[in-house]
């Protein structure tokens, strides 16, 4: 099926499902959306998830709709409520992994109970003969608080009888349920009761019906729950076996039975450390209850989407957003045959973080991205370069990071591998040991040396990964392989050169472009593929997750899929990625990954233009605060004046003591998680709780500090006046060049989250409901409640609605301006058209320039004031123009009577 037959929407409501906010909830403000003017909402996922899922994304199965959201009445509620509004629905689909460990998953608990031997045991993505050999045919489950002899003499693991279904697992610290192999329920249940003797012979014949064990032990557990329900005798003796197996607390000799029954499962449980060496299965970055599946087989991709599938059929679905579309195997493949089974075309986008140059890949048949690289060109728009020296300088000051940024992220990168990821390293390494010792050319090579090479080939990378698949590297493909490896040579100095070259010839798949070659292809395009799967979660653990956190120069720049090495983004470059971008593409400015939210990072900018006056403050503050022996790091310190700056509510007053008390749990919590995702003096593993003290005091005694709060607010107030004028920009641009707005509950207002979780809060929809109502033309006087933002988007959805070919077909033509301060351009579809100019750096002074036009019509209304403007003959004058709002969106028109004019 062609993309093209199904246009994009006019712009999508993201909405984020959980308990609290229900289908019944999204029902209710159906009505709020379509006035507000978007087509589509597009949904967290809502397929059964984990229980107490706050994100959905840790799905058990793909089948079914999540019960915590509502029933299938209540999901058919809200899909009819949206359809009476005009509203369609796009859904965020996970196909790269599901939640694991608990108790929820049936195919993953199926695969732990029966092994390689599981009808889904080729769904996941398992390493079934990994190098240490007590894992071969076993599956890590690293769940254990502390080390497995610990958890086991404690009692923290229990064998368990569910007297409703007859099954036997081992509970790990009553929450992870791990089944014990049926052939194994024998030496359970003993031979004391006669009823009990027989199944305990049957479940121990059980290989007599193969291959279908499975089946069998299903009509014996049966057996089972029938006996113990119906003979309370035999729940006794039962009760009683399973006593056999437990020890006594602090005494591990007495919990041996146990111990030898855990020993012969297909499952191995350990302390969650250990997963950073010997996990093997494949996991969404690091997260050992996310399992990675192996989506490129057919049956579990025909598995996976029926339901979706069938939504779609009935019309409830229009689109998918594919999430982290950069885990699966083969991206081309999946996107493909995702396009060929839809019942019916479909809106398609895709979560891809898109590296400094690089394009998504036209061949996967995509509308676009999800807008990351949207959001950070906005924000770049906004910052001043000149800046960039003072704010470094003030950053070193501060005690922050002399190095580079590219530095940083190669040291975070090489850390990840080391650590929390090394055991993925090792698993690859094997793999490309394998391949070398089967070819004499290559039988030297060892795993140490491999490992070592793909260590520095992996840290120099610049995008997230390639696409080599089985038709081999593409010239984008080789390119990137030859960037890494140029890198990794000159890093990895000491290693022999003919090391690289062979790794090259694996991941390129050159080893084997001829007959002959002397290896499986088989193996070497495996290997590429995987290897593929592994860029990607370092480079998002290494740099998003770690050196974000550590380089806080300017945090507006550490975005996902930013570039914080380098601060702004000239007017040509805008106007080059407008005529670039595919119709479809979502621009995004915030979502539930952004680390700040849009107006936190348009406020943040205005920091760029006032260097030398937050230089002063910042100064001065750190004095006012200062002195103390346990004092946090400078770097931390210098991250907490500006989310001050960032976030600090437009309304706040220290008078105002619960807001403010409010707000400063606000920012300990973000805090706490910057410096345990930075992991240089504290960590989410092991947490360093007199450092962390340290920084809760600090920011306690800033709030407590009246003559602070004073100083502070007096500085602040200045930039939140500026930074209301960004946001204005930011969100007249973003409704109106090429692409799809989409809008994150909530930031049709003002946007100050910090990192998640604080940017999942509750949205208050009762304002919003009401401001809407009330929308008119906007005053200067509007601009910092929010209600100016609201207005822009409502009126500009508006004029999407009336004229939605000019926004999908119609041209987008930059306008040169004398002062690169100013971005104008103008869309234009057949007759219908409009122009849009804007004043980025609010701090720059009188506005003294014309916009010039091309073809003057006799009058423009300005859709956000209401004014109507005469231009002169030099065009429009922008000190009138501007002179009240940073920005203007002008349609022709012959009004009856001229309200405004200019000589």
Known sequence: ??????????????????????????????????????????????????????????????????????????????????????????????????????????????????????????????????EPSHLKGKVLIPVLGDQYGAVLAGGGLELCLDAAAGEIAVWAHGAHKLPIHPGHYGRILGSDHAELDKLSDAFSHLEGFHPHEPRRAAQLKADLAGLVAGDSKVAEAVAE?????????????????????????????????????????????????????????????????????????????????????????????????????????????????????????????????????????????????????????????????RRSFKAISRECKLAIMEDEMAGELGGLAREAARIARSNPRTADFTRNVLQRALREIVAGFRVYRTYVDMDGASPADLQE?????????????????????????????????????????????????????????????????????????????????????????????????????????????????????????????????????????????????????????????????????????????????????????RIQAAMLKSVREAKVHTNWAAPDEAYEKSLHDYIAAAFANQDFLADFIAFEKRVIELGASNSFVQTVLKFTVPGVPDIYQGAEAFDLSMVDPDNRRPVDWDWLTRRVKDIGPIARDDLLDGSAKLAITANLLDLRRRHEALFTQGDYRPIAMANDRFIAFSRQHGDCAFVVVAARFPCSGPIDDFLPLAHHYPVYGEILSGRQITPGKEGIDLAMLLAELPAAVLVAQTPPAVRQSQP
């Open 241 to 401: 076996r399973l006593r056999h197996f437990a020890g006594i607390a602090g005494e591990l000799e007495s919990w041996r039975p146990l111990d030898r029954l855990i020993a012969d499962q297909h499952w191995r449980v350990a302390y969650f450390r250990v997963a950073a060496d010997d996990i093997n299965y494949r996991r969404f970055f690091n997260i050992s209850d996310l399992a990675g599946l192996r989506i490129e087989h057919e049956e579990l991709f025909d598995h996976t989407h029926r339901l979706v599938f069938e939504l779609i059929a009935k019309g409830v679905l229009d689109g998918l957003r594919i999430d982290h579309i950069d885990g699966l195997l083969d991206p081309k493949t999946y996107c493909r045959r995702l396009r060929e089974k839809a019942p019916r075309p479909i809106y398609l986008v895709v979560e891809k973080i898109l590296g400094a140059g690089e394009e998504l890949r036209e061949d996967w048949h995509a509308d676009g991205t999800t807008g990351y690289e949207f959001a950070n060109l906005l924000t770049n728009l906004l910052v001043d370069p000149n800046g960039q020296a003072r704010l470094d300088e003030l950053y070193h000051r501060f005690g922050g990071e």
């Open 481 to 665: 392989l030859e960037s890494a490896f140029t890198h990794a040579r000159r890093s990895g100095a000491g290693i022999d050169r003919s090391v690289f070259d062979f790794l090259f010839s694996l991941l390129s798949t050159q080893a084997v472009a001829r007959p002959g070659s002397g290896f499986s292809r088989q193996d070497v395009m495996r290997f590429a593929m995987r290897f593929q799967q592994y860029t990607g979660p370092i480079m998002a653990k290494g740099v998003e997750d770690t050196a974000f956190y550590r380089y806080n120069r300017f945090i507006a720049a550490n975005e996902v899929g930013g570039h914080p090495d380098h601060l702004g983004a000239s007017v040509n470059a805008f106007h080059a990625a407008n005529l670039a971008r595919r119709p479809g593409a979502m621009l995004a400015t915030s979502t539930h990954d952004t680390k700040r939210g849009e107006d936190c990072r348009a406020r943040l900018a205005v920091l760029s233009e006032i260097a030398p006056d937050f230089a002063e403050a910042s100064t001065r503050w750190r004095a006012m605060l200062g002195g103390g022996e346990a004092e946090p790091d400078g770097n931390d310190i210098f991250l907490f004046f500006q989310l001050l700056v960032g976030a600090w509510p437009t309304d706040l007053v220290p008078e105002d003591m619960s807001q403010l008390e409010r707000f400063q749990e």
């Open 1 to 130: 099926m062609s993309k093209t037959d199904c246009p994009p929407p006019r712009a999508t409501y993201r909405l984020q499902l959980n308990s609290r906010f229900n289908f019944a909830a999204v029902e209710a403000i159906a009505p709020y959306l379509a006035q507000l003017g978007v087509s589509h909402v597009y949904a967290s996922p809502f397929l059964k998830a984990r229980p107490g899922s706050s994100h959905g994304y840790d799905i058990v199965d793909h089948s079914t709709l999540n019960p915590e959201l509502g029933s299938k009445e209540d999901f058919d509620h809200m899909t009819r409520a949206l359809r009476a509004q005009g509203l369609g629905l796009i859904l965020d689909f996970v196909p790269n992994h599901m939640g694991v460990n608990g108790a929820d998953n049936p195919y993953w608990l199926d695969v732990l109970e029966w092994g390689q031997g599981s009808a889904y045991a080729g769904w996941f993505d398992i390493d079934w003969q990994p």
